[in-house]
C-alpha cells in the first residue's frame, strides 16, 4: 500500500469541490444546499461499512430519520464491505470521480485519509459540535496535525465470547490467562468433544492482544521505532502457535470471519475473541436464541500483561464533497446522543460521546457494561497516516506461523524489514 503524500495535498484536494462529484452518481450539482433559505437540500451520499445483514439495516433506518428531519435532502446510503473500503475510497478520491460525501472510516484509516488530503477539516464546522462530550480516548484517532478530521461514531475493543451452557457442562471457569485458556481448552474437548477456542488467523487484529499480553507493540511512534521484531514480539507469535500446536486451539488462513462466527454460533467451538460488533450477528445464531448463553470476558492475560486493542469507527467528510454543508449535518445527527443511543439499544455498540452513558438504552445494556471499562483501559495504536498499512505484512507472517510455514523468528523480523521500509528514517 503506497504510503500518505504530504498534507499539502489538501489544498489540491479543496478544489475538487469545483470540479468533482460528491457521490457516485450526481454530476449536475443538483445535490448543493439551498444557501439562500438556510435550508438543507440536495445529495448526501454515505459509504456506511458496518456488517451486512445485521448493522447494516439499523444504520440505514436511522439515516432514513435525518431525512424525516430535512425533506430536502437524500441520503444515498451504500453498503461497502469493510475490507474493500479503504481502497476504494482512496482510489475514488485520488480520481476525483466517485467518492461519498461521507465515510463510515476505521479509526485508523482517518490519520491516513487526512494526510493524503482526502478529508475535509471540521474545526469550527457543524459535524463538530460539543466537541469536549466525546470520550478523550475516542477523540484521539481524529486528530492528525493539530486538526480534527472525523467525529467519533463507535468505539469498542475485544473480549473473550463463551457459550455458558457448554461451560457449565464441561465444569470449567471462564480463563484468565494464557495458561488457564490451554487448560479450560482442554477439558473441554474432554467432556463435550467440542473445540475450546477458535483463533482466527487471517487477520492480523486478532494477534493484537497476545503481542500486548506479552507487553510488546508494533511500533513506538513516540520515538519512531519499530517495536514488533523484539523479544516480545517472538514470544506473542510463540504463545498463538502454541495454542494451535497444543490443540487448544482451531484457526484458519482464509474466510477467518465467517469460519470464527459460524463455528461459534453453531457451537461447535466454545470461546473465540470478538468485539462488540459482533453481538448482534453472534445472537443470530441457534446456540444464541437465549441471549443469556452468550458470556463475555476479558481477553486472558498474556506473561506481562491483559490488554486489547482500541478500535471503532468515526464519521469523515470527503474534502470534494460538493454538498459540505448537509455532509456536515448529516455527521452531527449520526453522532448526536439521542443516535447514540439508539445504536446501543439495537447493536450493542459502545456511544463515543460522555453524556450518553447515561442515557436509560445504554445503562441498561449488559455489553456496553462489560466492554466500557475495557475500552478504557484498552492500547491506543499509533495514529499516524501509515497504521493501516501496518496489518498487511504482520498477517502475512502471523498466518505463516500459525499454519507451520515459518518460525516466530523469523516471522517478526520479516514483519520489521517491511515496516522499516514502510516508515522510512524509523529505528
Sequence with gaps: MRRGITATALVAALALAATACGSDEDSSGSNGTSKGSGELSGTVTWWDTSTAGSEDKVFKKIAEGFEKEHPKVDVKYVNVPFGEAQNKFKNAAQSGSGAPDVIRSEVAWTPEFADLGYLAPLDGTPALVKQDDFLKQAAAST?????????????????????KKMFKEAGVEVPKSIDELKTVSKKIKEKTG?????????????????????GGDMVNAADKSVTIDNEAGVKAMKVVKDLVDSGAAKTDATDGWENMQSSFKDGNVAMMINGPWAVADTFA?????????LGVAPVPAGSAAQGAPQGGHNLAVYAGSKNLDASYAF???????????????????????????????VVDNEIVGFFKPVVESAVERPWIPETGSLFAPLVTEYTKVLTGQTSPEKAVKTTG????KLLKGWK
Design 331 to 361: 455527521v452531527d445527527y449520526m453522532t448526536s446522543v439521542k443516535t447514540q443511543a439508539q445504536v446501543t439499544k439495537e447493536l450493542n455498540l459502545l456511544p463515543t460521546r460522555t453524556s450518553a452513558y447515561a442515557q436509560e438504552a
Design 285 to 293: 445464531g441457534k446456540e444464541f436464541k437465549d441471549k443469556t448463553n
Design 417 to 420: 524489514d517491511s515496516y522499516r
Design 143 to 163: 486528530k492528525y496535525k493539530d486538526k480534527t478530521y472525523a467525529v467519533p461514531q463507535v468505539i469498542d475493543s475485544m473480549g473473550i465470547f463463551y457459550n
Design 194 to 214: 467440542k473445540t475450546g477456542f477458535y483463533l482466527r488467523g487471517d487477520d492480523a487484529y486478532w494477534f493484537l492482544s497476545f503481542l500486548y499480553g506479552e
